[in-house]
């Protein structure tokens, strides 16, 4: 465990002595710390307008999805301005883990950036306690993957991207299969529950994406029905869009 709480601490050192050279280097070349193109401006104000969603809503968030329904009353001016010239809206902060407490809160950032955390610790740990080199060049594989994870949310949206998505649950679950200890976990009965506590929770979670995904086709259905002028059908499934969202 210390070589593993080493390895993260000196990481850590290194990630911040890198940004500090970053921040640096951008000082001296375009007089400003902070980037100052269009995108990273952008950017920036989006970090700032989602930080007072997450503080306005910060136990429970504003729930699944709704960052882009409720972001526009957070815009500042800038965005105010942006969006309105271009006609958009903006669907993802660009930061997992800032839009995880957007949507869901203290409780909903503790348990994504505890997952993260949890995979890194144990793939470290495994790779200072395996005795095989196979074992440990995979155990090195896992932290890189994850902590590329990891760095990339902190600019972008990975984990709300279906593909990438996959691909990290994909990775967690190797790594608890391959490095799981063979101690018994115990004979408690929540224990023996979980696997069928789990299994509920995904199908309650399965039949609430599907009704979503079914309420969106219904709405693009909608609105090309509107748009030929067909509107007793837009009507129709519109409403019944409504009733799956």
Same mark, same amino acid.
Request: glycine share 8%.
């Given at each position: ?46 970090l700032w307008s989602a930080s007072r969603m997450a503080i ?25 301005? =942006? /969006?309105?010239?271009?006609?958009? &809206?903006? @669907? ?9 407490? $957007?949507? !869901? ?12 955390l949890l995979l890194l610790f144990k793939s470290l740990l ?63 009965? =929540? /224990?023996?529950?979980?696997?069928? &506590?789990? @299994? ?9 994406? $599907?009704? !979503?995904?079914?309420?969106?086709v219904m709405l693009l259905q909608g609105r090309g029905a ?20």
């Amino acid at each position: 465990q210390r070589g593993v709480l080493k390895t993260i601490g000196i990481c850590g050192v290194g990630a911040l002595v890198a940004l500090a050279c970053i921040f640096g280097v951008q000082q001296v070349r375009a007089n400003s710390a902070a980037p100052n193109d269009l995108s990273a401006f952008l950017r920036i104000n989006s970090l700032w307008s989602a930080s007072r969603m997450a503080i306005a809503y910060p136990l429970f968030g504003t729930g699944p999805g709704n960052f882009q329904i409720d972001n526009a009353r957070y815009w500042s001016p800038f965005e105010q301005d =942006w /969006y309105a010239t271009e006609r958009k &809206l903006n @669907t993802h902060v660009h930061n997992d883990l800032l839009e995880t407490a $957007v949507e !869901t809160g203290v409780l909903g950032t503790a348990c994504h950036a505890g997952l993260i955390l949890l995979l890194l610790f144990k793939s470290l740990l495994a790779y200072f306690s395996s005795q095989t080199p196979e074992r440990r060049r995979f155990a090195l594989t896992i932290a890189g993957l994850v902590t590329a994870f990891a760095i990339d949310g902190l600019t972008g949206f990975n984990l709300r991207a279906p593909v990438s998505a996959a691909l990290f649950f994909v990775i967690a679950g190797m790594c608890d299969g391959v490095f799981r200890s063979a101690a018994r976990l115990g004979t408690h009965a =929540w /224990y023996r529950a979980a696997p069928a &506590l789990l @299994t509920v929770a995904m199908l309650v979670v399965a039949v609430a994406e $599907v009704s !979503t995904f079914a309420s969106q086709v219904m709405l693009l259905q909608g609105r090309g029905a509107a748009h030929w002028k067909d509107y007793a059908a837009a009507d129709s499934l519109l409403a019944r869009a409504q009733r799956f969202a």
